[in-house]
């Protein structure tokens, strides 16, 4: 993961989906803009 590379939105985005699927939640990877953790 190179959040440092991202734009401050982008990297918050990743973070809330993160938190999100770690939660148990997995939100849909074409929903979620292709997050596959």
Do not use: H, I, Q, T
């Not at 440092?4 to 939640?25: K, P």
């Amino acid at each position: 993961m190179k959040l440092y590379l991202m734009r401050e939105e982008e990297r918050l985005v990743w973070v809330a989906a993160l938190a999100f699927w770690r939660a148990g939640a997995k939100p849909l990877d074409a929903g979620a803009g292709g997050f596959s953790p």
